[in-house]
């Protein structure tokens, strides 16, 4: 079978007929876009970093035995590049993640910066009005704005508050004053509690989780020693096998309809985090089919 030539912007290395829209069970989004970030700039590459990245990873999982992308992973054109605005921004990604879910297609967003989720959020509320955000981060995310807007990156699990999903947070260990009174304490699960804990921490999100789930993972909840490639890295963050360990518990018990994997800033001398970032994407669409499968 005729392979895509390395220069095209799909998700890994794989055989047309499995990159095709009509037979894809599921739908990458790549929003490159880093209009509100604050501190390290670059998020706006972070979805060609992951898609390149990707032609590095076998299709077989050794953990599961599966090979996922027989289900389908098409990789849509990028959303939002001529975005003036966070708004329009937002308009753009729910456009086009409504467009594909109405087509049944699980949406999966490569970020660019956290504030890409919101329109994407809002699609999957439309369909799945019990809908639950699972977040994972370093940050609350909970301002009301930030630096004069309201779809600012820092604002993107309030934003999904306001328009009536649950939010529930993984990893948190960054929260301004003017947020606090946004937490709902009994959702919310501090990186410094879970460090080193038992396991059954995990147990306890997935209590906090309606059926239908938005997962979004902003790669700052990583240690910045496992993933250092992100806009605003703190230490103490999570593992690799801790977030996968969750990520299993979440699509055994859970229906994930739509996801994201968010800000990552590349660094051309060390492509670590972009490995580690595309292996999370397929990740998580491997979860999604081991476990639909059984």
């Known amino acids: 079978m005729k392979k895509y030539p390395k220069s095209t912007p799909f998700f890994l290395d794989m055989e047309d007929e499995f990159a095709a829209a009509e037979n894809a ?172 804990q038992d396991p059954r921490w995990m147990e306890s999100v997935c209590t906090r989780l309606t059926p239908h789930v938005y997962l979004t993972i902003d790669l700052d909840g990583f240690d910045p020693s496992v993933l250092p490639a992100t806009g605003t890295p703190l230490p103490g963050g999570l593992g690799w096998y801790e977030v996968t360990a969750l990520l299993d518990r979440l699509f055994r018990q859970k229906n994930v309809v739509a996801f994201d994997v968010v800000e990552l800033c590349p660094q051309p001398e060390n492509v670590v985090s972009d490995v580690l970032a595309a292996s999370l994407v397929y990740k998580v669409i491997t979860l999604n089919e081991f476990y639909n499968k059984l």
């Open 25 to 196: 069970r599921y739908v990458l989004l790549p929003v490159p876009y880093d209009g509100t970030s604050t501190f390290v700039k670059g998020a706006d590459r972070g979805p060609q970093a992951i898609i390149e990245a990707s032609d590095s990873l076998e299709l077989y999982d050794v953990v599961y035995g599966v090979e996922a992308y027989t289900a389908g992973i098409h990789t849509d054109s990028p959303v939002a590049e001529n975005a003036r605005t966070p708004d329009e921004m937002v308009e753009a990604v729910y456009a086009r993640t409504s467009h594909w879910m109405a087509q049944g297609k699980c949406v999966g967003l490569l970020g660019g910066e956290h504030s890409v989720s919101e329109g994407a959020i809002r699609a999957a509320l439309e369909k799945y009005p019990d809908l639950t955000v699972l977040q994972i981060d370093a940050h609350a995310d909970l301002r009301d704005e930030y630096h004069g807007s309201p779809h600012n990156h820092a604002c993107v699990m309030r934003r999904a508050q306001t328009l009536g999903a649950r939010v529930v947070q993984v990893g948190i260990r960054s929260v301004a004053e003017e947020e606090r009174h946004n937490i709902v304490d009994d959702n919310i699960y501090y990186a410094h509690q879970i460090a080193g």
